[in-house]
T-cell receptor, first 114, second 111 residues
Framework: GAGVSQSPSNKVTEKGKDVELRCDPISGHTALYWYRQRLGQGLEFLIYFQGNSAPDKSGLPSDRFSAERTGESVSTLTIQRTQQEDSAVYLC????????????FGPGTRLTVT | RKEVEQDPGPFNVPEGATVAFNCTYSNSASQSFFWYRQDCRKEPKLLMSVYSSGNEDGRFTAQLNRASQYISLLIRDSKLSDSATYLCVVIGLSGTYKYIFGTGTRLKVLA
């Protein structure tokens, strides 16, 4: 079946512009995660959605970052007034439900802020 | 102190060698542990879960030492295709599903 998809695959933007990144999880997966991975670094947790519960936003680095998820489907991560330090790969992952810990990752969106 | 720490490497080993990585975690209440593999410019993929009793999957063996708060990954008979970055992942607290990733250990298997 289809895996996690993300769009765009690459995004180059000017400092100060807003960007919106999209994630389509695996159908039926109730949990969805966003991570940031800077070059040569590990994955940094940003936000976690589980069903209709309030999301865990504890990893969002500033109020310029926000994310939404419609039901148990697509999610968008929005970065306002982008800064050069926002340049990274943004990875989305989904997990079926509480019966499994396995996350399935999308290919990521490579964001470059010039 | 970082919540999850790994030696970044790289570990350069010849084909056929045995190599082991350790990962330490700071939260003694951590409940679940995993190893993920990430190939260059690719997304991470689950390699194996780590159980208290230790577990083996072919050439890969994972161990958990709760007393010393570390997990390990042993790769026997290394293949060129094992070259990748190995990420240690910890779930902090029981009932939560927030994954904490280490920065990864890079492995290069040389012909």
């Amino acid at each position: 079946g289809a895996g996690v998809s993300q769009s765009p695959s690459n995004k180059v933007t000017e400092k100060g512009k807003d960007v919106e990144l999209r994630c389509d999880p695996i159908s039926g997966h109730t949990a969805l995660y966003w991570y940031r991975q800077r070059l040569g670094q590990g994955l940094e947790f940003l936000i976690y959605f589980q069903g209709n519960s309030a999301p865990d936003k504890s990893g969002l680095p500033s109020d310029r970052f926000s994310a939404e998820r419609t039901g148990e489907s697509v999610s968008t991560l929005t970065i306002q007034r982008t800064q050069q330090e926002d340049s990274a790969v943004y990875l989305c992952a989904s997990r079926v439900d509480f019966s499994s810990y396995e996350q399935y990752f999308g290919p990521g969106t490579r964001l470059t802020v010039t | 102190r970082k919540e999850v720490e790994q030696d970044p490497g790289p570990f350069n080993v010849p084909e056929g060698a045995t190599v082991a990585f350790n990962c330490t975690y700071s939260n003694s209440a951590s409940q679940s542990f995993f190893w993920y593999r990430q190939d260059c410019r690719k997304e991470p993929k689950l390699l194996m879960s780590v159980y208290s009793s230790g577990n083996e999957d072919g050439r890969f063996t994972a161990q958990l030492n709760r007393a010393s708060q570390y997990i390990s990954l042993l790769i026997r008979d290394s293949k060129l295709s094992d070259s990748a970055t190995y990420l240690c992942v910890v779930i902090g607290l029981s009932g939560t599903y927030k994954y904490i990733f280490g920065t990864g250990t890079r492995l290069k298997v040389l012909a």
